[in-house]
């Protein structure tokens, strides 16, 4: 049993287990390396590292909650998702939209991936993917819309921003992380790329109904 096990570890571990407990259960997602913007160079994440020293543990405390632990040491990704939906967080659409495209910018580029499974990219790339595929209304986004899909992104520990300034709507660079994978499986791409051919036509239908009755008001 997992409680047995448990009281096994040290106090200090008690403490780490608890902590990083809490850690995915509001993060959801955990990589093995992430970005110091202060030395400019990836390093490896020692909380990915205690996490593996109770790893099975953990994995059974939280089974019994009705929570899945897994561990992917190949990409280096640990991933906590509840068996309910009620506890599944809601993306805006926005946000949506620029994660699909984050994980095709990450597809496309992925044979050119460093050891750390990472893929480098920036915001305006992302956006300017987005316009190109038609994803956005009036070919355009608020400076707030990208802001906020950039901090949601990166408290899931799905993306991490190089600089160590504030995120900014327009300028940074942007690294995509591994656990895109476990987001958006190579499974799901093609269903994705349906998905975005859907709200494709949704933004087009949309406009077509504003430009009628902007037309309408006009006549009147």
Same mark, same amino acid.
């Given at each position: 049993?997992?409680?047995e096990?448990?009281?096994?570890?040290?106090?200090?571990?008690k403490?780490?287990?608890?902590?990083?407990?809490?850690?995915?259960l509001?993060?959801?997602?955990?990589?093995?390396?992430?970005?110091?913007?202060?030395?400019e160079?990836?390093?490896?994440?020692?909380?990915?590292? &205690?996490?593996?020293?109770?790893?099975?543990v953990?994995?059974?405390?939280?089974?019994?909650t /009705?929570w899945?632990?897994?561990?992917?040491d190949?990409?280096?990704?640990?991933?906590?998702?509840?068996?309910?939906?009620?506890?599944?967080?809601?993306?805006?659409?926005?946000?949506?939209?620029f994660l699909?495209v984050?994980?095709?910018?990450?597809e496309?580029?992925?044979?050119?991936?460093?050891?750390?499974h990472?893929?480098?990219t920036?915001?305006?790339?992302?956006?300017?993917?987005?316009?190109?595929? /038609?994803?956005?209304?009036g /070919?355009?986004?608020?400076?707030?819309?990208r802001?906020?899909?950039?901090?949601?992104?990166?408290?899931?520990?799905?993306?991490?921003? &190089?600089?160590?300034?504030?995120w900014? /709507?327009?300028?940074?660079?942007?690294?995509?992380?591994p656990?895109?994978?476990?987001?958006?499986?190579?499974?799901?791409?093609?269903a &994705?790329?349906?998905?975005?051919?859907?709200?494709?036509?949704?933004?087009m239908d949309?406009?077509e109904?504003?430009?009628e009755?902007?037309?309408e008001?006009?006549?009147?």
């Amino acid at each position: 049993m997992w409680n047995e096990e448990y009281e096994k570890l040290t106090s200090y571990e008690k403490g780490e287990f608890r902590r990083i407990a809490n850690y995915l259960l509001s993060r959801t997602y955990m990589v093995r390396f992430t970005y110091d913007s202060v030395k400019e160079m990836t390093l490896p994440n020692s909380d990915y590292s &205690m996490l593996a020293r109770f790893f099975s543990v953990l994995q059974e405390y939280f089974e019994v909650t /009705g929570w899945k632990l897994e561990k992917d040491d190949d990409y280096g990704i640990v991933s906590l998702i509840s068996e309910f939906d009620n506890n599944r967080f809601k993306l805006n659409r926005f946000t949506t939209l620029f994660l699909y495209v984050c994980r095709l910018i990450y597809e496309e580029n992925r044979e050119n991936e460093n050891s750390y499974h990472i893929v480098k990219t920036d915001t305006a790339a992302v956006v300017e993917k987005m316009r190109i595929l /038609g994803l956005l209304k009036g /070919g355009k986004s608020t400076q707030n819309e990208r802001k906020e899909a950039q901090r949601t992104l990166e408290h899931f520990n799905i993306i991490q921003k &190089m600089e160590s300034v504030q995120w900014s /709507g327009d300028s940074n660079n942007i690294l995509i992380l591994p656990s895109i994978l476990y987001v958006i499986s190579n499974q799901s791409i093609n269903a &994705m790329i349906e998905q975005i051919d859907e709200m494709k036509l949704t933004v087009m239908d949309t406009e077509e109904k504003e430009d009628e009755n902007t037309k309408e008001t006009f006549t009147d």
